[in-house]
């Protein structure tokens, strides 16, 4: 896997992954269906790694003074998600975040013990309380109901789970590693298995997933397309991992006879994004054309002969951000109006862009020209079929579905 050479999404400009604003339009939408996980969390492994390590950071501070408390525990995780990504290294897990600094030190031969602490040269990630499992997953675990409160205690539900992985595990080993400067590579070597086997104790999995994929108790629908998503699985209907998989996701769910509820959610959230997918299409091709007159950019979209039918006349009846300039756009792509389709995206641009503090990526010119200041390399028009198929958004089903499909594929943690 070609880790070194993945981008930093935080080093882009300003906006450059939402540029139109339509993340919380998508995560509206998506929160309906899938109330506790983000686009990032999508590793059981890590959920199990993180729900350990939380617990071990309280027990290890019990008695830090209160104002001091936060930072010990934080502290505390982070050297501990240091040295359970050596062990899980060890063991050649997949889903490690701080992947590349974590195997550079592994197989570096003149190493013989991991540095651990706070230091730039000990943390796994540049920033590892906000990148790592600290930040990421503890949104998730509160909504799921498994930690509370800033320190990250673990609920009675949260408990209950962490006690089946420390079952099998002389966690006293593991603390005296945390209360070390370094550990020897030797020593956790020695300590991978068992760790490993622990984290994926069969039954500590099944309760851990079944809490994910429920949601907290004002999760309804969660609770149903977890249900839904079992039946497809039972069913060998469960969409695999290639082509348009939230696609066939959402179009499977729908014939397994939904509630009312789910079935009106997971129609909101296809039509949404079948008019956000038709948008980012003109707005991202318009990067690709600094200089060019409008009305040239107009007479190419007019000979791809798209057809619009298959987009919904409205939003649906919700209020939620840019809606109003949102449903503008749509109506102008519904009466072939591109002019007017370009001047409301870049309006929309525009706003969000104001919003953050910078200029808009493209805007129109006095003379009917673009300017492009963040311009798209690659960014072609989709064929019709590729705009009525294709998927910009995760609504957090993606996370969802890979999740569901490790455990109930019964890859825990391949």
Sequence with gaps: MAFISLLDDRAKPKGSRDPLGFELVWSYFGRQVVGNLTTITSSLEGFAVALLGFHWANELCAGTDKDSLQKAVRETFLRYEQIAAYLR??????SIMGITRVAKRARDEKLSAYDIGMGADEQI?????SYGLWGLYSAAMRDTGLVKGSERVLTDKGTAIVRLIEQSLDKQVYFQMLRARSVKKAEVERCAKAYMAAIGNPEMCQQLVTAL????????????LWDKTCQLHKEGALPGPQGDVLNAYVNALKK?????GLQQALQEVSQVERVLVALNNIFHYCRRKDGEDVETIIRNLEMQNYSYSYLPTHLPEKEFSRKETIQSALNALKEGDYKRTIQKLFELNSHVMKQRSGAPWVELESMGKLRVRVKSETAALASLDRLEQRWDYDYFLGSYLSMARTYLEGTVYG
């Design 125 to 129: 990630l540049s920033d590892q309380a």
């Design 89 to 94: 290294f060890a063991e050649e897990s997949k």
């Design 256 to 260: 397994t006879g939904l509630s009312g």
């Design 213 to 224: 994929m429920v949601g907290s108790e004002s999760h309804a629908l969660q609770r149903e």
